[in-house]
């Protein structure tokens, strides 16, 4: 029930996270709350952006298109 683009947000967050790519906290009540980190690829270096980059695609292919053959991922490693 949410709009695309808060979907799309919702996404790049979560994707973000299982890139590696978050900030843990302990809320006062000990739960532990973990946000994505704020990315701004136009202020990284060319290393600090390909290691994020791969690390995003690699996120998206072990979680979202877990179980495709390896001519798909293969194709999908292409396409990125």
Excluded: P, W
């Excluded at 996404?11 to 980190?37: H, M, P, S, W």
């Excluded at 994020?52 to 999908?76: D, P, Q, S, V, W």
Aim: net charge negative; with cysteine; charged share 30%.
């Amino acid at each position: 029930c949410m709009d695309e683009h808060s979907q799309f947000e919702r996404f790049r967050k979560d994707l973000t996270i299982l890139a590696g790519f978050y900030e843990q906290t302990v809320r006062l009540n000990c739960d532990v709350r973990t946000e994505a980190k704020s990315l701004s690829f136009a202020n990284m270096d060319s290393d600090e952006f390909e290691r994020c980059y791969k690390a995003m695609i690699n996120a998206a292919i072990k979680h979202i298109f877990r179980g495709c053959n390896e001519i798909t991922e293969n194709r999908l490693l292409t396409f990125f």
